[in-house]
């Protein structure tokens, strides 16, 4: 229902706008509130705060505007926002009684911001609005409750509990007879860094790592349009996104660089194309590439093992290995050497490079390559010792056993 009636005043300043240029001050005391007053909001990560939570809050109280301007009830599709900020919540484990105090805590605040110097002539208006508070309210109550509920029962559901089997049985290297599975997957193994809010309280961090995964899984899953299987953690794990044909290589390295931004954290990952009987070979395999990456200080992105076949091979078992890592054991106790070798193989041998990745001067990068030629006897400018040096440093990276 709509009025022709003059705006509702208090305090002879028109609400709707007076509340509206209030906003972002108001939107800010309510989060600080949240953070004071509820325990469950104290322990959330401050890239949530600041980001998710000050965001829906600004757009309720912008609601709340909306609503006493028309006099009338918001329509339904007007709390997709807060129903989606619920559905966050529940798979970030928030619980659902503090959703909704924090709501009632913006509502309140809100209603003293708007009734504040309200006098006698007032009463009239603010009964009207006081009526519409109520009503917003019951409408937010039952829009975050039902998408909270909703969400809740997705994450225990059996459709839930069928990727699970379906996952464990193709990691088993067993797909289950019968079984709907993609005829083919791109098998990836992801390594997730550490978001700088995991390093807080533990609630705190562990609503962030639940953040974090929830939004690489959200990238993965719109670009499968279907929920994928993953089984990841805070550090990473495995995804198999199905596929009927190979994806470009190109279109799966921007997914794992979307899935990286998305989750504002470094993501070193290998991937490859396999059908479900080969799922579990390929899945250990891309364990070992993700582990070979970071070890030999490769930047994030995704891998395949044709980018690492020369340090892939010189890693399997072999007699050769120990002896390859003992060319430059008379480097051992001289970190500034091997460091400086590592970085002028890096840098293609150019010395004023190095010196500048080292922050030292060109001359010292040619003093400190003579001295390790001295006492490995291996030079970098032969061809051969090359191949030997770059073999000797991969064969270091290999733990023993």
Known sequence: M??????????????????????????????????????????????????????IVQHSLRLFADVIERRATAPD???????????????????????????????AMCWEEIAAGAGPDDLGHLREMFSLTLGLQRQLTSSVSGAYLAAKRILDSEENSGRHALMTALLAGAPPQGARTAPLYAVAAL?????????GPATR???????KIRRVRAVLDEYAGEPVLAAL?????????????APPWAELCDLVDRAAKAAGVPVTAAAEIAEPAAVAGVVARNAELVALVRRTGRPPGLYRLADVLLDYQLTRPSEALPELARLLAPLE????LLHTLRTYLAED?????????????????????????????????????????????????????
């Open 333 to 336: 106790g001289r970190p500034e």
């Open 233 to 245: 953690e805070a550090g990473g794990g495995t995804v198999l996104l199905p596929a009927h044909q």
């Open 349 to 401: 041998l150019d010395r004023r490079a190095t010196a500048a990745a080292l922050h030292v001067h060109p001359n010292t990068v040619d003093y400190r390559v003579r001295r390790i030629t001295s006492l490995t006897g291996l030079a970098p400018s032969r061809p051969r010792d090359l191949q030997l040096i770059n073999a000797a440093l991969v064969a270091r990276q290999v733990p023993p056993g």
């Open 191 to 199: 390594m997730l860094a550490e978001h700088p809010d995991e390093a």
């Open 2 to 55: 709509t009025h022709d009636k003059e705006p509702l005043r208090v305090a002879g300043r028109t609400v709707a706008p007076h509340l509206r240029a209030r906003v972002p001050a108001l939107s800010r005391r309510v989060v600080e509130r949240l953070r004071r007053d509820l325990p469950a909001y104290a322990m959330l990560p401050g890239e949530e705060i600041e980001g998710d939570i000050a965001d």
């Open 77 to 107: 599709e007007a709390f997709a926002r807060q129903r989606e900020s619920a559905a966050r919540r529940a798979e970030e484990g928030v619980p659902l009684d503090a959703i909704l105090t924090a709501y009632h805590v913006g509502t």
């Open 205 to 211: 961090a562990a609503v962030a790592a639940r953040r």
